[in-house]
């Protein structure tokens, strides 16, 4: 950015072709983040295919016929139960809260949370991930944390799995044989299943009802209601059912459906299976599973219901949560910002990125579903007076194009960047004229011309810089690039099941030849699809490896005037840096994921460091990332608040007084003992100078490889030194000798001014004598008081000093839970003990980064920059 000095890193190779790599591609596929939009993708693809085929003699116009007949009196009906159904369902966090945080949430933020979120999750599927964001977002207002909301989404699991069990169990045993699809059984086992079901949610009750108010699973306290309090959620659950299935139910054809409750099994049913399918909103799942059990796959009508269905239980509740949404933040950014400048812009940069990628997304659907429909007869013969047909055929497939161009384009829109919105507006002017070229739809071009105006208008809104890698389409957008062709493709086919298929459609161009255009449109668009879904699985480019540049000036000479030892670690030459434009202090940071992560706090002149924290958040947003500060101290703090970060406590520093240090007095005879015994034992400490360590490098190094062969991991980085010659080479060397041969060694870390000495890499050969690291901290200490400096830094404790308490947040009681009982990969309480023997000042460190849902993924983030890649980050 203008004014910083920024060294890059080269990104790391891509990985090499062959085995090894394909192995390597391979495991990438089976990752859950990727395995589960490839397999919703899949279900809702084959359920509408499936959809396809049931209806084999429907037609398009047929069931837009029934669409435009349907009973008003029916429509009004569906809606009151719909919004019936959306009480019940803002109830099940109403009641969770009462729960989870008593007193610290509003009834009616509760409410609205609930229908808020629910009206993103019932269309979009993956209630927790879909609905547990938005939620956060909404409960953030009251001060609840990640935790609280994630207890809150799985009690209102537990509610919606309740009364799922009690409307179902009270189904099969009312009106077992009702249902043409489901009575294979029998009827008296169908009414068994049913009696148990409802058994099973009775002793449940009853357990709750002998006080059981917890559940412990793997650490976690799990929050259960009281019998009361559970009874009224079941009925909460059962109404929410309930009134969804009655929703469809009052659309369907009266003589097409069967008692109500048979066909809450059917609709039940059809519930479970999408969500089993992973389908977003169990598209297609659904429907295919409600045209089977009720055995109406010929009649239009009925997928006329289930297209009404659609549009209001789950299309329309999206809109109005979304507008809901938005309103939320602009009342938020009111009361945040005082100036009404101020509170424009900040409403301005929550709300258009999201409604810029529904406009995108919105565009884009209607060119391709405009591809998949006839054109008027009117309009086409208008159209043979003034153009050529190679221009109406070639508008055609370019329309599609874009149209397809611009559902990838969302995702850009929704992440900022500016790039995105300048290719989004030119695809839409685009589609707009080529949609009057095509067809003369005027109606679609308005709607094109409409929205890239809204995202002119908003430029301001997009300022991430980004190039054409950014706009590989994530899994879950190759799920949905998918199922818009399935869309897109069963439409086309009811539109055009009257023309009898024949090779000769792909070659035949006629102004009335829309059946072979839509063919034609669908072929091109589902290569480009593919081609796009597979470059963006297999050839992912993994985060930038580093690259040694080689280290500014300008940070060497802050370097040397710096009053403590941990920003030495710059010498590593695994990170960039960012250098204020006075060259007064630096920031060294390095690439993880979607996360900026800096190796502590700013280094140098203190003013000019804190604008350096601002300018290097701002830098991460406009590159679509998260800035995140690792191992910062307290003196900083302040302005990590002030950017609006959440703080985590990630350990404490031990740092040893060397003025009055001395081995004198009851408490040093460990130190005075490991001492003496090092001497008899023949071992000799030596400082060497680091113009003489080049000459001792092989020797160091053998010692440094008897030391990682006995670890089961490898060498580690960004916060820690590793075995590098050209690394070594940068510091004095403090080593134990035995016979004249190392056997230990250290690199020392210097401080400006003798304030502080500290050591960095530290290896030993195994079998020497056990007392070696006692003796050598001891030596060292001796060393530095001798040499005058101020302070010795023995290095962090992680996860020591966290607060254990009820009251603490989350992180403190993982951290605390890890911190005891993580013996089996990492001694975390020998290490404190260790630091302890030798008196030091316990100074806290912290982690800072923008709070809620994404903290899980930070820490993963950290965790695998350190460790050398998510692998290594297993290994002890």
Not at 322 to 346: I, M, V
Request: proline share 5%; charged share 15%.
């Amino acid at each position: 950015m203008p004014g910083e000095q920024t060294t890059p890193r080269t990104p790391g190779p891509l990985p090499a072709n062959g085995p090894g790599a394909q192995s390597h591609r391979i495991a990438r596929l089976l990752e859950p983040h990727v395995l589960g939009p490839i397999v919703g993708a899949v279900a809702s693809v084959l359920a509408l295919l499936a959809v396809h085929t049931i209806g084999a003699r429907i037609h398009l116009r047929d069931i837009r016929a029934d669409l435009l007949a349907m009973p008003a009196a029916s429509i009004v009906e569906a809606l009151l139960l719909t919004a019936a159904g959306f009480v019940a369902l803002s109830l099940y966090d109403v009641l969770a809260v009462r729960r989870v945080a008593p007193g610290r949430v509003s009834l009616r933020l509760a409410a609205f949370a609930g229908a808020v979120g629910y009206s993103f999750s019932n269309a979009l599927g993956f209630h927790v991930f879909v609905g547990g964001p938005i939620r956060y977002r909404i409960y953030q207002s009251a001060g609840l944390d990640a935790a609280d909301v994630a207890r809150i989404v799985s009690i209102s699991v537990l509610t919606f799995a309740g009364g799922l069990a009690t409307v179902l169990g009270a189904a099969l045993l009312l009106d077992p044989l009702g249902v043409p699809a489901l009575h294979l059984a029998g009827g008296r086992l169908d009414r068994a299943a049913g009696a148990a079901l409802l058994a099973l949610v009775a002793a449940a009750l009853l357990w709750l009802a002998r006080g059981h108010t917890q559940a412990r699973v793997l650490g976690w306290t799990l929050l259960l209601p009281s019998a009361p309090s559970a009874l009224l959620q079941i009925l909460v659950g059962a109404i929410d059912v309930g009134a969804a299935a009655a929703v469809l139910y009052v659309l369907l054809p009266a003589d097409v459906a069967p008692g109500y409750a048979a066909f809450l099994l059917i609709f039940v049913a059809a519930v479970v299976a999408g969500a089993a399918s992973h389908a977003p909103g169990g598209l297609g799942v659904l429907e295919a599973t409600v045209l089977l059990g009720l055995g109406a796959g010929t009649r239009a009508d009925v997928l006329a219901a289930l297209l009404a269905f659609r549009a209001i239980y789950y299309l329309l509740p999206l809109m109005l949560g979304a507008a809901a949404l938005l309103g939320f933040e602009a009342l938020q950014a009111r009361a945040r910002f005082a100036t009404a400048a101020a509170r424009a812009a900040a409403l301005v940069r929550a709300v258009v990125p999201p409604l810029a990628a529904a406009l995108a997304l919105l565009a884009g659907l209607v060119l391709l579903l405009s591809s998949a429909t006839p054109t008027l007869h009117e309009r086409t013969q208008q159209l043979r007076q003034w153009l050529a047909l190679p221009l109406v055929e070639a508008s055609h497939l370019l329309a599609s194009l874009a149209g397809l161009a611009l559902v990838v384009l969302a995702r850009g829109l929704w992440r900022r960047m500016a790039l995105a919105r300048s290719v989004a507006v030119g695809l839409m002017l685009a589609g707009a004229l080529l949609s009057l070229v095509r067809a003369l739809d005027w109606e679609d071009a308005l709607v094109l011309a409409l929205c890239a105006a809204i995202l002119h208008a908003n430029r301001g809104a997009f300022y991430r810089r980004g190039s054409w890698r950014a706009f590989r389409p994530t899994p879950a957008a190759a799920a949905l690039l998918a199922i818009v062709l399935a869309g897109m493709a069963v439409v086309g086919l009811f539109a055009y099941r009257g023309v009898p298929y024949r090779d000769a459609l792909w070659w035949e161009f006629a102004w009335h030849g829309n059946a072979p255009r839509f063919l034609r449109s669908l072929l091109l668009l589902a290569v480009v699809a593919a081609a796009l879904a597979l470059d963006a699985l297999l050839n992912r480019p993994a985060p930038p490896a580093a690259a040694g540049q080689g280290i500014p000036d300008a940070v060497r000479r802050i370097l040397a005037g710096a009053g403590d030892t941990q920003p030495s670690v710059a010498l590593l030459g695994d990170k960039r840096f960012l250098v204020s434009r006075d060259e007064q202090a630096f920031l060294m940071y390095a690439l993880q994921g979607h996360s900026w992560i800096t190796m502590g706090d700013p280094v140098g002149q203190e003013e000019a460091g804190r604008r350096l924290i601002w300018r290097f958040a701002e830098q991460a947003d406009r590159a679509g990332a998260r800035a995140v500060f690792y191992a910062v101290h307290p003196a900083w703090l302040p302005t990590y608040l002030d950017l609006g970060l959440a703080l985590l406590k990630i350990g404490e520093v031990a740092r040893v007084p060397l003025a009055g240090f001395s081995l004198q007095g009851k408490a040093r005879q460990p130190l005075r003992y490991a001492h003496g015994r090092a001497a008899r034992e023949g071992l000799e400490f030596a400082v060497i100078p680091k113009a003489d360590v080049p000459a001792l490098m092989d020797e160091l190094r053998a010692v440094s490889d008897a030391w990682m062969q006995g670890k089961a991991g490898h060498e580690k980085g960004f916060s820690l030194g590793r075995f590098e010659p050209a690394y070594l080479c940068e510091f004095d060397c403090a080593v134990m000798r035995s016979g004249g041969a190392v056997v230990a060694f250290a690199n020392l870390w210097r401080s400006g001014a003798r304030e502080e000495l500290s050591i960095d890499l530290m290896r030993y050969r195994p079998g020497t004598p056990a007392v070696l690291m006692d003796a050598l901290f001891t030596h060292l200490l001796l060393y530095g008081r001798a040499q005058g400096y101020a302070w010795f830094n023995l290095g962090a404790a992680p996860l020591a000093g966290l607060a254990d308490h009820p009251l603490a947040s989350s992180w403190n009681r993982i951290g605390t839970f890890i911190y005891r009982r993580g013996d089996e990969f990492y001694n975390f309480e020998g290490l404190r003990a260790f630091k302890q023997k030798f008196d030091p000042v316990w100074t806290p460190q912290y982690l800072a980064c923008r709070g809620g849902l994404v903290l899980p993924q930070v820490l993963l983030d950290v965790t695998c920059l350190i460790a050398g890649g998510p692998l290594a980050a297993l290994r002890k």
